[in-house]
């Protein structure tokens, strides 16, 4: 079984058009995120969330909007896609924010906008 | 959370051991070293962690100085499927936020 499962693996699409990546963990863990890793491999946090709760908003333009239907799920929807949106997308989720336990990462979406 | 450095790339010969430096000089006394890597075109994977004393598992070792202002991860017997970007991230004990800050990671190349 998947930990962490992320779909699509891959998403190319026109500028201009608005996608959703979807997201799903099955070990029970109360915090969910995403990360966005740019094309010079750099890995970065964009949303947080606890348990439904958004916690983190790491500056991202709102074009982005993560939605949690429960706390299993996180997608992310992005409007009015951009060239420098391409990038591939991880999920992640942890036990919870606070105690150090390990995340988990999903396999990533390559996000291709053309 | 305190930031860390390491060397932009290392090569290792398969079978024998890796030892990834790491500085963290800033860290404080409630901040725990993680180590993650990520293997080509995959989600980034959990090594290990510390605070203070060595530590060991199935995948590798974590020696941490005594000052606690730079550490050693160590992959014991390298292996071809241990080419990775690995990294070092240090972060709260107790974080309100869980997040993770990635550096620009050690790209390991293990060579047969």
């Known amino acids: 079984d998947t930990a962490v499962s992320q779909t699509p693996k891959y998403l190319v699409t026109q500028m201009g058009n608005d996608k959703s990546i979807k997201c799903e963990q099955n070990l029970g863990h109360d915090t969910m995120y995403w990360y966005k890793q740019d094309s010079k491999k750099f890995l970065k946090i964009m949303f947080s969330?606890?348990?439904?709760?958004?916690?983190i908003n790491e500056t991202v333009p709102n074009r982005f909007s993560p939605k949690s239907p429960d706390k299993a799920h996180l997608n992310l929807h992005i409007n009015s896609l951009e060239l420098g949106d391409s990038a591939v997308y991880f999920c992640?989720?942890?036990?919870?924010?606070?105690?150090?336990?390990?995340?988990?990462f999903g396999q990533g979406t390559r996000l291709t906008v053309v | 959370d305190a930031k860390t450095t390491q060397p932009p790339s290392m090569d290792c010969a398969e079978g024998r051991a890796a030892n990834l430096p790491c500085n963290h000089s800033t860290i404080s006394g409630n901040e725990y070293v993680y180590w993650y890597r990520q293997i080509h075109s995959q989600g980034p994977q959990y090594i290990i962690h510390g605070l203070k004393n060595n530590e060991t598992n199935e995948m590798a070792s974590l020696i941490i100085t005594e000052d606690r202002k730079s550490s050693t991860l160590i992959l014991p017997h390298a292996t071809l499927r241990d080419t990775a970007v690995y990294y070092c991230?240090?972060?709260?004990?107790?974080?309100?936020?869980?997040?993770?800050?990635f550096g620009q990671g050690t790209t390991l190349q293990v060579k047969p």
């Open positions: 992640a989720s942890s036990q919870d924010r606070a105690r150090n336990t390990e995340a988990f």
């Open positions: 969330y606890n348990n439904k709760e958004l916690i």
């Open positions: 991230i240090v972060r709260k004990r107790s974080s309100n936020t869980g997040k993770l800050i």
